[in-house]
């Protein structure tokens, strides 16, 4: 159950779409069976638009664009849910890690409360990705029928389209090709859009979920050796309530307040900082777990999303200097919005992992060090020299994930659209 509750609320999903298997043995035969729809169909509707690109080649340039940046959008969503399912076994060893750090590594309520502000974070940006994703998906697929409905209230017949152009050998827009071709694009980009959200609500989370141990193992460095607000007349402290002056025990989370002999009271804090160093050394192991997993997935995902902005700006910019379709700017413009959320999360949740693991130093050197002994002076001191050094995502082996690396890749997209421009208004 914990490993379960550990997955989000998106774990339905990603079970229904095979990307998560049942249990450590595999999903078994029906898991495979509807992961292999699902890919068979998205590679159904991107092999159709490349074929529309190579033997029936629109004549403007920003039609061009405008085709291959479906087909850019649609196999950027199919080669994320194979990625995925590649990388299964570390995810689960990732997922099993965090489970571990919240049994193991729990000293104080606090840390609940901690962790879950991370979770109701998670969760939140989990429902708006949802909304980024599904909005304009429904306008994609139903805007070949609003515009034959349009035309049609007008007076005047309109050509059938279909959601992504395709071309085969024989007449599309005949019954019943085409309300056949309509309902295999419409599964397949609903499938590949439920790819979408499953793989990067997830990513989000586990980046969340371990900016919150970061944290927890903050609060819990820094409290060692601390006095503690309030003390139970039971020889106990608490943390979490203001005056404890009539307590005769304490709530969970608390720790004794007096021992026996100084010694005991160094071996206690001594252990503390063993447990400490335990789950920095966990928080390590999930951070080079999380970028095994995300390296080449998320590298191809900032990659592609820079063409994807770039085309489609371009595209829309194009129309609407012409005066061109309505359905294709606003499908143009319908997905900046996926491209620009979904490069942001990743970015900037990357940046908080960075941003958390440079307060380890602080924390550790605001513990009551003071008075320990010199065996605890040493480990500590063995630990802030570790605590140094940033946690980071690399992906792609030199990109890191930052606030910087998101303002790189938006400027990379602007350069790429002035060559496009620069490109088109010295061919025509």
Not at 350 to 371: F, M, P, R
Request: some cysteine.
């Amino acid at each position: 159950m914990e490993f379960e509750s550990m997955m989000g609320p998106g774990l339905p999903l990603m079970r229904l779409t095979g990307l998560w298997q049942m249990g450590r043995q595999g999903g078994g035969v029906s898991r495979g069976l509807r992961l292999a729809t699902i890919v068979l169909s998205v590679l159904l509707v991107v092999a159709g638009s490349t074929l529309h690109l190579v033997f029936d080649t629109p004549d403007q340039f920003e039609d061009i664009t405008l085709c291959g940046f479906n087909i850019d959008i649609v196999s950027l969503d199919l080669l994320k849910g194979v990625l995925f399912v590649v990388q299964g076994a570390p995810l689960r060893e990732l997922v099993q890690l965090l489970c571990d750090a919240r049994a193991g590594f729990t000293f104080a309520d606090i840390n609940h409360a901690i962790r879950g502000r991370y979770e109701a974070v998670a969760d939140r940006m989990r429902i708006l990705l949802q909304a980024t994703v599904v909005l304009p998906l429904v306008g994609w697929l139903s805007a070949p029928l609003m515009s034959r409905l349009a035309a049609g209230a007008g007076g005047s017949r309109a050509p059938r389209q279909l959601p992504v152009p395709a071309w085969l050998p024989v007449d599309i827009h005949a019954t019943p090709t085409y309300e056949l071709l309509y309902a295999l694009q419409a599964f397949g980009c609903t499938a590949a859009g439920a790819f979408s959200i499953c793989v990067d609500a997830f990513f989000i989370r586990l980046m969340l979920l371990i900016s919150a141990e970061i944290e927890v193992l903050c609060e819990n460095i820094s409290a060692i050796g601390v006095p503690h607000p309030a003390q139970g007349s039971g020889g106990c402290i608490c943390r979490c309530q203001p005056n404890a002056a009539d307590l005769a025990c304490t709530c969970k989370g608390c720790v004794k307040a007096f021992t026996s002999s100084p010694e005991e009271a160094s071996d206690e804090m001594y252990q503390l900082l063993v447990k400490a160093v335990r789950h920095h050394q966990t928080i390590i192991r999930m951070v080079a777990l999380l970028q095994q997993t995300m390296d080449a997935l998320v590298f191809i995902v900032l990659f592609a999303n820079m063409a994807n902005l770039c085309c489609s700006l371009f595209a829309t910019a194009i129309l609407l200097q012409r005066g061109g379709s309505l359905t294709k700017t606003l499908k143009g413009l319908s997905a900046v919005p996926v491209v620009l959320y979904q490069t942001s999360l990743y970015c900037l949740f990357g940046h908080i992992v960075t941003d958390q693991s440079e307060k380890l130093y602080n924390a550790a050197i605001s513990c009551g060090w003071v008075n320990c002994d010199a065996r605890f002076k040493r480990s500590l001191l063995i630990f802030m020299v570790e605590a140094m050094k940033p946690l980071e995502i690399t992906v792609g082996k030199f990109c890191k994930l930052s606030r910087q690396m998101l303002l790189q890749v938006f400027h990379s997209s602007y350069a790429l659209m002035n060559l496009l421009y620069y490109y088109h208004y010295n061919t025509e």
